[in-house]
Structures are given as C-alpha cells and as structure tokens.
C-alpha cells in the first residue's frame, strides 16, 4: 500500500516537472524569435492550448509590468505549492 503511494506522489512530482518546464518554454518562445517550420508551429500550437489557459487565471488578477509578464512567475509558485500539498496529503 505504501508503496501505491510513493508511485503516485512521485507520478505528481513528475507531472509538475513537466508542466513546469512547458511554461519555462512558452515564456521563453516569446523572447526568442523562432523560425515558422511546421515543427515549431506545432509547439506553439500545443503550448498555447496546454499553458496558456492556466497562465490566463493569474493574468486576470497580475496585470503585465511593461513587457514583463509576472503571472508566470505566480502560476509555477502556485503549482510547486499545490503539487506539494497534494504530495503529502497523498503519503499522509
């Protein structure tokens, strides 16, 4: 049983892993001009469909600073808290 627990709690870190380095890499695309292949169309396309509704909650409420977009920075502190909130609550 204990060991059903560490699985998924550790599948949840992973999953955080993840979604964080896809917001790294939608904030980062917007500061790089990348090229118009198909392949990075693609990649935006996805990133636009799997970041951008989560980043939209906080951007609501932190508006930009000039060019610098602060709800990034809020979106992945309340997704390192909440992810490791659900950690424990699921090893308690």
């Known amino acids: ?7 998924l709690a550790t599948f949840v870190g992973s999953l955080t892993t993840v979604y964080t380095i896809m917001i790294v890499i939608y ?7 990348l090229g118009y292949s198909s392949v990075v169309m693609m990649l ?3 990133l636009d469909e799997t970041v951008a509704p989560f980043l939209m909650l906080f ?7 000039g060019p610098l977009d602060l709800s990034a920075m809020a979106a992945l502190f ?3 808290i909440g992810s490791g ?7 308690a």
Not at 1 to 7: G, Q, V, Y
Not at 27 to 33: E, G, I, R, T
Not at 85 to 91: C, D, F, G
């Open 1 to 7: 049983m204990t060991l059903d627990r560490e699985l």
């Open 27 to 33: 904030v980062l695309q917007s500061f790089v001009p």
């Open 44 to 46: 935006r396309r996805f």
């Open 59 to 65: 951007r609501r409420f932190i508006p930009p600073i």
């Open 78 to 80: 309340v997704l390192w």
């Open 85 to 91: 909130m659900v950690q424990r609550l699921i090893l």
